[in-house]
């Protein structure tokens, strides 16, 4: 293997290495955002699911007070 030939391998093998550098700090910035939205929509329904239920509490409404439907 000449000089040369090896320094074209190792300078591909320094661009490839850049690109995946690159593609794992684009993944780790894509998580990072996905994990924000993820605990916002957590959020969201924790606060809806309170929401409802005091409204049915606030009607007088207990679903576990209600009689199983007919085909039970």
């Known amino acids: 293997m000449t000089m040369s030939n090896l ?3 190792l300078t591909e093998l320094e661009v490839r290495l850049t690109f995946v550098d ?3 700090q684009a993944l780790t910035v ?3 955002e996905q994990s ?3 605990a916002a929509l957590e959020r969201l329904v924790h606060d ?3 929401e409802l ?3 049915r509490t606030g009607q007088g409404h207990d679903p576990h007070s209600e009689p199983p ?3 039970y």
């Open 69 to 71: 439907p007919p085909h």
């Open 53 to 55: 239920a005091s409204m």
């Open 7 to 9: 320094e074209q391998r």
């Open 22 to 24: 690159e593609a794992v």
């Open 36 to 38: 924000l939205h993820i």
């Open 48 to 50: 809806l699911r309170t």
């Open 30 to 32: 894509a998580d990072a």
